[in-house]
């Protein structure tokens, strides 16, 4: 959602309060049973629309995602009591461009600096609408097509219907034409109730700003209204951007109601009449200022009734706020890399009230959690509440529901994994483990594997305990007769069917009983599995690994 002054969200503020809780568990194991009733006690006509926003001002990354997903399991909730649902989207593409960011995403929605596109394109346009602004990547009309194009893919990847609409093209084709004449029939009215949420509100505001015809750049300067013309008359004045200022031409112009756009404040409520919508979410930052004004403006200028309202928590990523300006981001295609698409739905179907942080270095923690809730809804498990939710909401986060439990590999497990380049080692491997079941068929052992690939990109990506490559040949390497013996005793412990963790204290045992350093032994070990002298824990690895290789190699038979 778009705001007066784009900016990072501090994400350790606590949640501001509400208009009023609609996502409460009183009744539902699912919160968004709970925000369906609401909608429902409103009586609303079929087709129910729920509306989301951006303003399209840098990388279309996870956080655009809230608005979509959110929408997306009440939208779902409302569909299984038969109610005719459409999900739109607005690219709020008429706002002006304020600063550079930093970094831009390109068409795969991989992020790439400045450097790598013609960023003279944006720099040359600071105070133009984001339609009026070439494409960087020189691939679409415009910047805002280019991000409405990512966030639309986004949405597609993970499996949620949306109907993105373009602020521009809704003023283009006279959309707001009604709202915009409404508003400015009565300016006073709504100079006065805006005057309660912002300072600049003085006698001389108007809610309107025009786009100069002479440089292309919206000004707050209107000087004269033609309500039976539908026109404005402007001064092309200086925007002010935090201690930045934008500046205007001085041109004097006249300009029509589809020639400019409503401030924010006005424009979202005015997005609600023109799209019809019953229901919005919105993060927090909005609840204390955009919201509580927006439902002023609705109620009291444009004498309509606002949508029913959901605040969600910002997450964290890696224990800080999302920043494009900071780069601490990540795009939907890149974390798709990691996790299956409904481990994402998963992150976004918890409760949105609730602040979680997405550590990109522990998604096996998120992982384990989505197949612990996805054995609640097939089995049960041992935590009533978990089962309650696993039953609910599982239908909405997965797309197609299976009579059977989907045979998954544990994440680090799928890591380890990874560390093997062969194919058909990796499924012996895992069926020796007893994560794929003897009468698997082709299918489900290739949907099973695929895991791997992603565990390992994570591994490769965080550069943990898991990146490292088991070596198909048996290294040169050379060891005195102390640690070739040690070895040889610790091939003998793995033949006995030892489990990781007890092959890891008999390293140690080992070492000492040959008297060389456990150090010593454990870098014997990796050099002999890894070519390297370092890597995960030996003992757990070696105890994952298929039994005959293991001993093969510690006595450098293969």
Same mark, same amino acid.
């Given at each position: 959602?778009?705001?007066?002054?784009?900016?990072?969200?501090?994400?350790?503020?606590?949640?501001?309060?509400?208009?009023?809780?609609?996502?409460?568990?009183?009744?539902?194991?699912?919160?968004?049973?709970?925000?369906?009733?609401? =909608?429902?006690?409103?009586?609303?006509?079929?087709? =129910?629309?729920?509306?989301?926003?951006?303003?399209?001002? *840098?990388?279309?990354?996870?956080?655009?995602?809230?608005?979509?997903?959110? @929408?997306?399991?009440?939208?779902?909730?409302?569909?299984?009591?038969?109610?005719?649902?459409?999900?739109?989207?607005?690219?709020?593409?008429?706002?002006?461009?304020?600063?550079?960011?930093?970094?831009?995403?390109?068409?795969?929605?991989?992020?790439?600096?400045?450097?790598?596109?013609?960023?003279?394109?944006?720099?040359?346009?600071? /105070?133009?609408?984001?339609?009026?602004?070439?494409?960087?990547?020189?691939?679409?009309?415009?910047?805002?097509?280019?991000?409405?194009?990512?966030?639309?893919?986004?949405?597609?990847?993970?499996?949620?219907?949306?109907?993105?609409?373009?602020?521009?093209?809704?003023?283009? $084709? *006279?959309?707001?034409?009604?709202?915009?004449?409404?508003?400015?029939?009565?300016?006073?009215?709504?100079?006065? !109730?805006?005057?309660?949420?912002?300072?600049?509100?003085?006698?001389?505001?108007?809610?309107?700003?025009?786009?100069?015809?002479?440089?292309?750049?919206?000004? $707050?300067?209107?000087?004269?209204?033609?309500?039976?013309?539908?026109?404005?008359?402007?001064?092309?004045?200086?925007?002010?951007?935090?201690?930045?200022?934008?500046?205007?031409?001085?041109?004097?112009?006249?300009?029509?109601?589809?020639?400019?756009?409503?401030?924010?404040?006005?424009?979202?409520? /005015?997005?609600?009449?023109?799209?019809?919508?019953?229901?919005?979410?919105?993060?927090?930052?909005?609840?204390?200022?955009?919201?509580?004004?927006?439902?002023?403006?609705?109620?009291? !200028?444009?004498?309509?009734?606002?949508?029913?309202?959901?605040?969600?928590?910002?997450?964290?990523?890696? *224990?800080?706020?999302?920043?494009?300006?900071?780069?601490?981001?990540?795009?939907?295609?890149?974390?798709?890399?990691?996790? $299956?698409?409904?481990?994402?739905?998963?992150?976004?179907?918890?409760?949105?009230?609730?602040?979680?942080?997405?550590?990109?270095?522990?998604?096996?923690?998120?992982?384990?959690?989505?197949?612990?809730?996805?054995?609640?809804?097939?089995?049960?498990?041992?935590?009533?509440?978990?089962?309650?939710?696993?039953?609910?909401?599982?239908?909405?986060?997965?797309?197609?529901?299976?009579?059977?439990?989907?045979?998954?590999?544990?994440?680090?497990?799928?890591?380890?994994?990874?560390?093997?380049?062969?194919?058909?080692?990796?499924?012996?491997?895992?069926?020796?483990?007893?994560? =794929?079941?003897?009468?698997?068929?082709?299918?489900?052992?290739?949907?099973?594997?695929?895991?791997?690939?992603?565990?390992?990109?994570?591994?490769?990506?965080?550069?943990?305990?898991?990146?490292?490559?088991?070596?198909?040949?048996?290294?040169?390497?050379?060891?005195?007769?102390?640690?070739?013996?040690?070895?040889?005793?610790?091939?003998?412990?793995?033949?006995?069917?030892?489990?990781?963790?007890?092959?890891?204290? $008999?390293?140690?045992?080992?070492?000492?009983?040959?008297?060389?350093?456990?150090?010593?032994?454990?870098?014997?070990?990796?050099?002999?599995?890894?070519?390297?002298?370092? @890597?995960?824990?030996?003992?757990?690895?070696? /105890?994952?690994?298929?039994?005959?290789?293991?001993?093969?190699?510690?006595?450098?038979?293969?």
């Amino acid at each position: 959602m778009s705001t007066d002054e784009p900016g990072d969200v501090d994400a350790d503020d606590p949640t501001p309060a509400t208009a009023h809780d609609t996502a409460t568990d009183d009744h539902h194991d699912f919160w968004a049973e709970g925000v369906a009733d609401e =909608i429902e006690q409103r009586d609303p006509d079929d087709p =129910i629309v729920i509306k989301g926003g951006v303003s399209p001002s *840098g990388v279309a990354h996870l956080g655009n995602v809230n608005e979509i997903m959110r @929408g997306y399991f009440v939208a779902e909730a409302l569909r299984d009591r038969d109610h005719k649902v459409r999900q739109v989207f607005t690219s709020d593409d008429r706002d002006p461009l304020r600063k550079l960011p930093r970094k831009l995403a390109n068409a795969d929605g991989q992020i790439v600096g400045l450097g790598e596109v013609d960023a003279g394109a944006l720099g040359r346009n600071l /105070g133009k609408p984001y339609t009026d602004i070439p494409d960087p990547f020189g691939e679409r009309d415009s910047y805002a097509a280019h991000f409405a194009a990512l966030l639309a893919a986004d949405a597609e990847r993970l499996g949620v219907d949306i109907e993105m609409y373009s602020n521009t093209a809704l003023y283009a $084709e *006279g959309a707001f034409d009604p709202v915009v004449k409404h508003v400015l029939d009565r300016a006073d009215t709504a100079r006065e !109730v805006l005057s309660e949420y912002q300072a600049k509100a003085d006698d001389d505001y108007v809610p309107f700003n025009p786009i100069c015809e002479e440089c292309g750049k919206l000004t $707050e300067t209107v000087t004269d209204i033609d309500l039976d013309a539908e026109t404005v008359d402007y001064v092309c004045t200086d925007m002010e951007v935090g201690d930045e200022t934008i500046e205007g031409c001085g041109h004097e112009g006249t300009a029509t109601f589809r020639e400019g756009k409503l401030p924010w404040r006005f424009e979202w409520p /005015g997005q609600w009449q023109v799209l019809d919508v019953d229901f919005e979410p919105f993060g927090k930052d909005h609840a204390e200022g955009s919201w509580p004004s927006g439902v002023d403006i609705a109620e009291n !200028v444009l004498g309509i009734e606002p949508p029913v309202p959901m605040v969600y928590e910002w997450f964290t990523l890696n *224990g800080e706020a999302l920043s494009s300006s900071a780069g601490n981001i990540v795009t939907v295609p890149e974390l798709l890399e990691l996790l $299956e698409p409904e481990v994402i739905r998963y992150f976004f179907a918890l409760h949105p009230k609730k602040a979680r942080d997405l550590d990109l270095s522990r998604l096996d923690q998120l992982v384990d959690d989505f197949d612990r809730f996805e054995e609640a809804y097939y089995a049960g498990v041992d935590d009533e509440s978990v089962t309650a939710f696993a039953e609910a909401a599982y239908p909405y986060v997965v797309d197609d529901v299976a009579d059977e439990r989907p045979i998954r590999l544990p994440y680090t497990f799928a890591a380890v994994l990874g560390m093997v380049e062969d194919r058909e080692l990796r499924e012996k491997l895992a069926r020796d483990e007893g994560h =794929i079941p003897d009468d698997a068929d082709a299918a489900t052992v290739e949907a099973a594997l695929a895991r791997v690939e992603q565990a390992r990109t994570w591994a490769e990506r965080m550069d943990n305990a898991y990146n490292y490559r088991l070596q198909a040949d048996l290294p040169d390497t050379e060891f005195d007769d102390a640690t070739s013996d040690a070895l040889g005793a610790l091939a003998d412990v793995v033949a006995a069917g030892h489990d990781g963790e007890t092959i890891q204290s $008999e390293i140690y045992d080992t070492a000492r009983e040959h008297d060389i350093e456990p150090g010593d032994l454990f870098e014997a070990g990796y050099r002999l599995f890894f070519d390297e002298t370092q @890597g995960p824990r030996l003992g757990e690895f070696l /105890g994952d690994l298929e039994q005959e290789f293991v001993v093969g190699r510690l006595r450098r038979e293969r």
